[in-house]
């Protein structure tokens, strides 16, 4: 709920705020012209960024590996490019960190510690389906598997030497 007020609320009113103390300092214009000049650099950067990260994507399922990191820097991309297509001077800072290799790898790993930590979090109960308060119960392990019989050997190509 928190979370909800600071990103409808006060992120707003915060990003009037800055929008008219940089109007009275530069006048209304030059603000205008700055904002729509962000948008549009925001979008060319979110475009070469988004391929670049499509590519790395590409790269991994085709080496054969998870593409974890490649889908993180995609959705931190999306939501860069999100916060600079949005008016306003804070958003565009925001989204210009995200967009840029450097500090999006560096959002990429305090957020991959943060899901790391589900008893923080509180999102592990919801999958595993555990109500507060309970621990799970612990299950038994199950018996390894017994090994399947031995194959015969089999022939060796060319003809029978029995027959």
């Given at each position: 709920?928190?979370?909800?007020?600071?990103?409808?609320?006060?992120?707003?009113?915060?990003?009037?705020?800055?929008?008219?103390?940089?109007?009275?300092?530069?006048?209304?214009?030059?603000?205008?012209?700055?904002?729509?000049?962000?948008?549009?650099?925001?979008?060319?950067?979110?475009?070469?960024?988004?391929?670049?990260?499509?590519?790395?994507?590409q790269e991994a399922l085709v080496a054969g590996r998870m593409p974890h990191r490649e889908v993180l820097d995609g959705v931190l991309i999306i939501l860069?490019?999100?916060?600079?297509?949005?008016?306003?001077?804070?958003?565009?800072?925001?989204?210009?960190?995200?967009?840029?290799?450097?500090?999006?790898?560096?959002?990429?790993?305090?957020?991959?510690?943060?899901?790391?930590?589900?008893?923080?979090?509180?999102?592990?109960?919801?999958?595993?389906?555990?109500?507060?308060?309970?621990?799970?119960?612990?299950?038994?392990?199950?018996?390894?598997?017994?090994?399947?019989?031995?194959?015969?050997?089999?022939?060796?190509?060319?003809?029978?030497?029995?027959?």
């Open positions: 709920m928190l979370l909800l007020v600071i990103l409808f609320v006060l992120v707003p009113i915060a990003e009037i705020y800055v929008i008219i103390q940089v109007g009275q300092e530069i006048g209304a214009l030059w603000t205008v012209l700055i904002l729509i000049a962000d948008s549009l650099i925001g979008a060319r950067l979110l475009s070469w960024q988004g391929r670049r990260a499509w590519a790395s994507f860069g490019g999100a916060f600079l297509l949005t008016p306003g001077f804070l958003t565009d800072i925001v989204g210009l960190l995200l967009l840029l290799p450097p500090t999006r790898a560096a959002s990429r790993r305090l957020l991959t510690r943060m899901m790391l930590r589900p008893s923080r979090l509180g999102w592990a109960r919801v999958v595993v389906g555990t109500p507060r308060g309970q621990r799970p119960q612990p299950t038994a392990r199950p018996h390894a598997p017994e090994r399947p019989p031995a194959l015969p050997p089999t022939p060796p190509d060319g003809p029978d030497p029995a027959q």
